[in-house]
């Protein structure tokens, strides 16, 4: 069972800039197998102690209590190659003033409670992960998520077709400077969403 993320002190200066105006950015939830020691203090990390997987957001909601946002995110294991135990996480955002990635807040399990995460060729090995994360007081808030972890329900895709059915669409043709049509469940890459909260 992970303990309640902790806000490192390098995420205590962002929610501070945050305080003042500037847009406080989420940006990966990172997955590692480092062991915190009785003698380790996470409020003064900068990074896991073992970082085994990065991934994009998926999706940020206000959570039921004031002042917090649920950051998630959906984890595969086509990106393990070596199995390991998971036993923190690591939440990080963007600087405003020097852009770069830093850690926001950590989390951490110990060897004896976390989950063994083996390699895809093992066992496939699929989880959603939902970390609650403290913004009280911060108006600006953005979370950047991967435009190939955004799926769409068959339920909503059917009626999306059906209005295209029914709606006069212009072709490329008709629209000025329009760039060649999408296929049908084509992946966009590189591309990313920028979600205010």
Known sequence: MFKTPIITSQGKTLHLKALTGKILKFTTIRMGSGIVEASDNPSVFTALKNETVSMDCTSATHAL?????????????????????????????ED????????????????NESQYIPPLEA??????????????????IEFVVSSSNLFVTQTKFNEVVQSLKTENIPTTEELPNADAPTAPGAVITNARLYIKI
């Open 65 to 93: 209590v004031e002042g917090v946002a649920n950051l998630q995110c959906t984890f595969y294991n086509n990106m393990v190659t070596v199995g390991f135990n998971w036993t923190e996480c690591g939440i990080f955002a």
């Open 96 to 111: 405003p003033d020097t852009k770069e990635e830093v850690l926001y807040a950590y989390t951490y399990t110990s060897k």
């Open 123 to 140: 066992e496939v090995v699929e989880k959603v992960i939902t970390i609650p994360i403290d913004i009280e007081g911060c108006d600006k």
